[in-house]
């Protein structure tokens, strides 16, 4: 007597092997019937992946505002000093060898510069308004450009002319700073300040640029012609300027715009191959590169703390799978004597731990979010005047997952070898 | 040709400083559609002998094909293979998943082993608990159901992949009189209605006389092989008279 089940049942479609489908199934239901143990599972991930995520955005967060802060300094700024030169076989440094003339030749005939100017500094002036007076951290002559150089906009009246500058105009714009100080509630505008016993009129105001990475108050400053600073203020009779400040079009043409500049000031002072140069060119990406390296430090070392953090996590999954393959070595002598092949029971207990992690590293990710942009806020709360930006990569958090994962695959494999190699017999008979 | 041909099967433990011959030594040929009871005392071999049957355990001597197959040089894979499509296992304990409902556990077999998809799945599982009476309890956990139900879920999960081979240990040890007697009627019906070839291993006569033929075992070797249950119990209340302890 032929079955009539046996009959119809032959009827279905069948293939040879179990589809991951049905692993997964079955993995997902024993994860279901034991909430407890996938929630301690659960919690160990979350702390390891929170840990990285809020660690390495606060972390890049950190970078950011260093770079940013440099950035302040001046679009792609590139700094011509004078540098050696050579008197009847002695070697000076810092002998004034750059002009005025090499400033507007970089300007003109330079295409990766944007503009350039000429700065001359003075040595500690006090500046006089009424019966008020100030030492402002610089008093500098600067070219008609200054303001496109360092990327700089004034808040009010003008900045002066090319004729200013030929004339040695006895004029000045002001940072900030100044105001507070010198005009207390008198608008500044056309005002006289005295500087050496000179009488310069106020002409225009600068925005605040705030400080510097080095803590300078950067809108502490008076700008004047600096024919008008190297003639009226520090006497001198050379036509010499202390530094050449050029800015590149784009950080790209950074190296381009220093080559230039070098190319041409070659020719002008007629350096020759063997010579050396009486003036040198500073690239400021060398400085940002190594605040580059310095940032990237700090995140390898942040993220070395969170990744002992993620292996404490692993560590408590595997501890926990461990526990779970012993707690569940009958249920395993079951599914075997019903014909679960050890790659059957492999795989179960790693999609299993693999699922664990996933949901782990998702909460752990959200929560370390959250961590990094109340961190933030905090900061930017308890420190006024930084400004650190919130930084939350797809990329950190794209590896932070598929790191969950990987935990989950690392850790969880040993207990699943275990259980998948348990005897049926000595399984089924466990207590 | 027989289903099961045991030839000269042993299995030794090896325990270290000891060795325990579980079976010494076995020749049996068991066909397709036979309802047998393997008896014996404790410790005459009787679970390994099961074990050994069900491809849980190799034999560390000897032959056993299976359906023409040899099963003493399969691999593990090969074995887990054979016990989804060939057998089906009913426990004294149940051994079902315990917070997983009666259906979930009736379709695990179909999960291991033969592909169909989850609807298919579903729908045989039922039909296999309507089979065994157990029709309105699909979604109950074992332990909202009695043992004999229990039981039945087992029984159920054993033979919802079909094979041609049911296998109880002790399936009515841990029963009260009424429910063994339910369950064993259902092995009888599924025997005589649906071919399926039952062993059953026992301490219970009155399950073993339900059988049509008795296997009685005593320290690892078939000491009577019987029709005739009457025989078999002559064998099983043997006891070694004083001649016999003379060495």
Redesign the interface.
Do not use: C, S, V
């Given at each position: 007597m032929v079955s009539t089940w046996a009959r119809r049942w032959s009827r279905e479609k069948k293939t040879k092997t179990m589809s991951l489908l049905d692993t997964i199934r079955i993995a997902l239901r024993a994860l279901v019937k034991n909430k407890m143990r996938a929630v301690l599972t659960i919690i160990g991930v979350v702390i390891g992946i929170a840990a990285v995520t809020t660690i390495v955005s606060i972390g890049q967060g950190a970078g950011q505002l260093v770079s940013g802060e440099f950035e302040a300094l001046g679009t792609n700024v590139v700094l011509v000093l004078p540098g050696q030169s050579k008197r009847g076989g002695v070697r000076q440094s810092g002998a004034p060898t750059l002009t005025a003339a090499d400033s507007q030749a970089i300007g003109d005939f330079c295409p990766a510069v944007l503009a350039s100017s000429p700065i001359v500094g003075t040595a500690g002036q006090q500046v006089i308004y009424g019966n008020e007076n100030w030492d402002p951290r610089e008093l500098q002559g600067v070219g008609a450009d200054y303001l496109v150089v360092r990327n700089w906009e004034l808040a009010a009246g003008g900045f002066f002319s090319a004729d200013d500058i030929e004339s040695n105009g006895k004029v000045c714009v002001i940072g900030q700073t100044l105001i507070p100080k010198l005009f207390r509630t008198v608008n500044p505008l056309d005002e006289l300040i005295r500087v050496n016993n000179v009488p310069f009129r106020v002409i225009g105001i600068l925005q605040k640029k705030g400080a510097n990475m080095v803590g300078d108050d950067q809108d502490d400053v008076v700008l004047m012609p600096h024919t008008t600073v190297r003639k009226r203020i520090n006497g001198s009779p050379l036509d010499h300027v202390h530094a050449i400040m050029v800015s590149a079009r784009s950080t790209e043409q950074m190296a381009k715009a220093t080559k230039q500049v070098q190319t041409l000031l070659f020719e002008r002072h007629k350096v020759g191959p063997t010579d050396e140069a009486d003036f040198s060119v500073q690239d400021t990406t060398e400085i940002a590169a190594t605040l580059g390296i310095i940032t990237g430090t700090l995140t390898l070392m942040l993220s070395a703390i969170a990744g002992i953090s993620l292996i404490v996590g692993g560590v408590g999954i595997m501890n926990i799978m461990l526990v779970s393959v012993t707690e569940r070595t009958r249920e395993i002598g079951i599914r075997m004597a019903i014909g679960a092949r050890g790659k059957d029971i492999l795989r179960q207990f790693l999609i299993e731990s693999i699922v664990l992690s996933c949901i782990g590293g998702a909460i752990g990710l959200a929560l370390g979010t959250a961590a990094s942009i109340g961190t933030t806020y905090l900061i930017n709360a308890y420190k006024p005047g930084t400004d650190w930006p919130m930084v939350v990569s797809l990329p950190a958090a794209l590896v932070a997952m598929a790191f969950a994962a990987a935990v989950g695959v690392f850790f969880g494999y040993y207990p699943a070898l275990r259980a998948s190699r348990l005897d049926p017999i000595d399984a089924l008979r466990y207590e | 040709m027989a289903l099961i041909e045991l030839n000269d099967v042993r299995r030794v433990y090896d325990l270290g400083e000891v060795q325990v011959h579980a079976l010494r030594t076995v020749t049996l040929n068991i066909a397709l559609g036979e309802y047998i009871a393997l008896i014996g005392a404790s410790g005459s071999g009787k679970s390994t002998l099961m074990?050994t049957l069900?491809c849980?355990?190799r034999p560390t001597h000897g032959n056993y094909r299976l359906d023409g197959e040899e099963v003493v040089t399969m691999t593990?894979?090969e074995r887990?293979?054979i016990?989804?499509?060939q057998l089906g296992?009913v426990?004294q304990n149940f051994?079902?998943?315990?917070?997983?409902s009666a259906v979930?556990n009736v379709e695990?077999?179909l999960?291991?082993?033969?592909?169909?998809n989850?609807k298919?799945r579903r729908d045989?599982a039922m039909?296999m608990l309507s089979?065994v009476g157990l029709g309105d309890r699909f979604h109950h956990h074992p332990s909202q159901l009695s043992g004999g139900q229990q039981q039945r879920v087992a029984i159920a999960?054993?033979l919802v992949?079909?094979p041609s081979i049911l296998m109880g240990d002790e399936p009515t040890g841990n029963l009260d009189s009424k429910t063994a007697r339910e369950v064993i009627e259902l092995f009888r019906e599924l025997n005589e209605?649906?071919?399926i070839t039952v062993i059953l291993v026992t301490h219970d006569q009155n399950v073993a006389r339900n059988a049509q033929r008795t296997i009685v075992l005593r320290d690892g070797e078939v000491v009577e092989d019987t029709d005739d249950f009457s025989k078999a119990k002559e064998a099983l209340e043997y006891t070694p008279t004083d001649l016999d302890l003379v060495p």
């Open positions: - | 074990n069900g849980l355990d593990r894979d887990a293979k016990r989804n499509r296992f426990f051994n079902l998943l315990n917070r997983t979930e695990l077999p999960m291991y082993g033969t592909k169909i989850a298919q045989r039909e089979k999960r054993a992949n079909r209605e649906q071919q």
